[in-house]
């Protein structure tokens, strides 16, 4: 197995729109990647949701410009949850992976058994009434 790689610093985060962490390599050889979602403060209002996805880079195209895959999707955090959540998914590039177009929407707790150099986490925040946050971090063991 590798070294993790953390793709989101644990830390307290309110923002509300679409958030891309920092872009991360990964082992060029790995097989594998276990994705851990580490989420240690859920406890806010019950209307509030934290989405996360880890996502692959693709590359850029002359008219479609960057091009980030989602590769996997944790099932959905909700407000009113527990204090301390751990989601652990795997991506294992021995799986076979059916045909899909690139824009489509990848399912909560859902993986593509696709692997790219570049890696980051994205997260949605949805915050009712503008007073909530979730404290989380990501981070990927290639293997």
Not at 3 to 16: H, K, Q
Not at 110 to 124: E, F, P
Request: aromatic share 6%.
């Amino acid at each position: 197995m590798g070294n993790a790689v953390v793709l989101a610093e644990s830390a307290r985060r309110t923002t509300t729109t679409g958030t891309a962490g920092e872009t991360k390599d990964i082992l060029a050889d790995a097989q594998a990647l276990v994705c851990v979602l580490d989420v240690t403060d859920a406890d806010t209002d019950a209307g509030d949701t934290l989405d996360v996805k880890i996502q692959m880079y693709l590359g850029s195209g002359v008219e479609s410009g960057e091009q980030w895959l989602d590769i996997c999707a944790f099932t959905q955090i909700l407000g009113n949850g527990a204090d301390a959540i751990t989601r652990v998914q795997k991506i294992a590039l021995a799986q076979t992976e059916a045909a899909f177009e690139t824009g489509s929407a990848l399912a909560a707790g859902s993986v593509r058994h696709l692997l790219g150099a570049q890696l980051r986490a994205y997260w949605t925040i949805v915050d009712a009434d503008s007073d909530g946050g979730f404290n989380f971090s990501v981070v990927v063991v290639p293997s």
